[in-house]
């Protein structure tokens, strides 16, 4: 019906910049998320390998965790970062070279 076609082009249509896979080629994890996936990802990552996949938590040892042995491995990750050894510089640069063999 018309207004189906009315409805497509008014909603979907005159935004594909926000939905179709070729308008988002060029962008970088952080930039796909338009949802809380990295604020889930950061939740699994907090109690299942900084909290030892226990359910809960004293406020205390959330404290400690966070300020000493989150610190910690973020300290070291940025460092790997910096010596281009981790991050997602790393998925632009397999892009590229994905880009090279095309």
């Known amino acids: 019906p018309a207004s189906v076609i009315t409805?497509?082009?008014?909603?979907?249509m005159a935004h594909q910049h926000m939905w179709a896979i070729y308008a988002r080629a060029d962008r970088n994890i952080f930039?796909?998320?338009?949802?809380n996936m990295l604020?889930?990802?950061?939740?699994?990552?907090?109690?299942?390998y900084f909290g030892d996949g226990k359910r809960n938590r004293r406020m205390d040892h959330l404290i400690h965790t966070l300020t000493v042995d989150a610190m910690q491995y973020f300290k070291a990750?940025?460092?790997?970062q910096?010596?281009?050894?981790?991050?997602?510089?790393?998925?632009?640069?397999?892009?590229?070279?994905?880009?090279?063999?095309?």
């Not at 409805?7 to 979907?12: G, I, P």
């Open 31 to 35: 930039q796909e998320s338009d949802t």
């Open 39 to 48: 604020t889930e990802a950061w939740h699994h990552m907090l109690k299942g």
């Open 77 to 80: 990750r940025h460092q790997r």
């Open 82 to 102: 910096l010596a281009g050894v981790e991050g997602h510089n790393l998925e632009q640069a397999a892009r590229l070279e994905v880009d090279k063999r095309a």
């Open 7 to 12: 409805y497509l082009n008014t909603y979907w």
